[in-house]
């Protein structure tokens, strides 16, 4: 009996490991996607996911959690500047992808602090996202299967902070002022992509190589993230000479596969609650 309870969990394990979406992310079309990350280039996890699936016609939206307003080592530049700064590329790396820039939320919080922000609070703001945009598909950082998984800062928080949302999204009773006062409605989110996930625990592999180009277009927008902006900051515009060795290191940073360029998640489908295992 124990070997076939032993042989029944393992099996399991192996099922929960090979999870596949039913229809292949490559051939979704109509659907809401929602991704949540903490900075305002958080999303080049995913960017040629996301142009393939905007291409597509489906509808996405990225919701942000700081203005990454500390992310540079330019002391000349105040944190207004850098947000406003960050704001301008991410705009410009989601017109690249050719997601309109009216589907880009800031919730505004500090970058570097958002681990030590009123919890409460900042699940409240996303839940009310969540509610609004009711999304078919959630693309978070992954908070770990089985085992926590480690991010720094606030990625880690970002993580727990989606995965909380989302649980709390579906419960009518939980701020339910969102519900009485605002109108909006109660929200389970059916499907998952968690990305920047544990190799082992990657199920998925989407195929980009047709959106190569414009995932490294828009990565190579963040010019105070890349290169001498990191340092001292002369953007928005690179020379022509930085511009060519940018787009050469992020080429070598798109992953491979079988000689195919992809981008690995966790898929993961069902209740909120099981999120993690």
């Known amino acids: 009996m124990k070997k076939f309870f032993y042989f029944l969990v393992m099996l399991c394990i192996a099922k929960g490991v090979m999870a596949q979406p039913d229809v292949p992310a490559d051939q979704w079309t109509g ?7 903490a900075h305002p280039d958080d999303d080049t ?26 992310g540079t080592q330019d002391t000349t530049l105040s944190m207004t500047d850098l947000a406003l700064i960050r704001k301008q590329e991410e705009l410009a790396a989601l017109k690249e992808l050719g997601i309109p820039g009216d589907h880009y939320i800031n919730l505004g919080y500090d970058d570097g602090m958002l681990e030590y922000q009123n919890k409460k609070d900042v699940v409240a703001n996303l839940v009310r996202q969540i509610r609004k945009i009711r999304p078919d ?15 720094k800062a606030d990625h880690r928080s970002a993580a727990y902070l989606a995965a909380d949302a989302a649980r709390a999204a579906m419960w009518p009773l939980l701020f339910q ?50 290169s001498s902006g990191w340092y001292k900051y002369t ?19 798109i992953r491979k596969r079988n000689g195919v360029a992809v981008e690995g998640f966790r898929y993961y489908k069902g209740l909120p609650d099981n999120i993690g295992r």
């Open 177 to 226: 002022g969102q519900i009485t006062m605002e109108g909006l409605k109660a929200f389970t989110i059916p499907e998952y992509m968690f990305y920047d996930s544990d190799t082992a625990d990657i199920n998925t592999w989407v195929d980009i190589s047709k959106y190569v180009d414009k995932k490294i277009n828009a990565m190579s927008k963040y010019v105070s993230q890349w």
């Open 235 to 253: 953007g928005p515009v690179l020379s022509q000479k930085e511009e060519k060795q940018v787009k050469e290191n992020l080429t070598r940073r």
């Open 45 to 70: 996890y995913s960017q040629g996911t996301l142009a393939m699936l905007q291409e597509h016609g489906n509808e996405i939206y990225i919701v942000t959690l700081t203005t990454g307003n500390v």
């Open 31 to 37: 659907k809401t996607i929602m991704l949540i990350g």
């Open 137 to 151: 598909v959630l693309f978070a950082f992954d908070p770990g299967k089985g085992c926590q998984r480690w991010h």
